[in-house]
Nanobody, 127 residues
């Protein structure tokens, strides 16, 4: 089971980035996927999570209205579109997965639920 996050980089305030998470070793169809981030000296926090149905993605309040999560099961990929980026968005972003059969908690995007993690991609937003 592998998750490969990519798409990070340096962007100015107000700019956009699209992160990609490519998964291999398991059928994405059966897994919930989440994006998390960790800034220096801070705890990891949930950013956006999406279940297998993709009907009701969970978006964290600090990024609501600016970030969207989507999935393409045919491509074994999940994306995080980040618009109107702010310096507070600077962090290492991780994608993670867990088997949905274990139970997806509605409205929850917490790292404790996730079993498999990618290596992270750094997003830096300059002011």
């Amino acid at each position: 089971v592998q998750l490969q996050a990519s798409g990070g980089g340096l962007v100015q305030t107000g700019g956009s980035l699209r992160l990609s998470c490519l998964v291999s070793g398991f059928p994405l169809d059966y897994y919930a996927i989440g994006w998390f981030r960790q800034a220096p000296g801070q705890e990891r926090e949930g950013v956006a999570c999406i279940s297998t149905s993709a009907n009701s993605p969970v978006i964290a309040e600090p990024v609501k209205g600016r970030f969207t999560i989507s999935r393409d099961n045919a491509k074994n990929a999940v994306y995080l579109q980040m618009n109107n980026l702010k310096p507070d968005d600077t962090a290492v972003y991780y994608c993670a997965a867990f088997p949905a059969r274990l139970g997806v908690r509605p409205g929850v995007c917490e790292s404790v639920d996730y079993d498999f993690w990618g290596q992270g991609t750094l997003v830096t937003v300059s002011s």
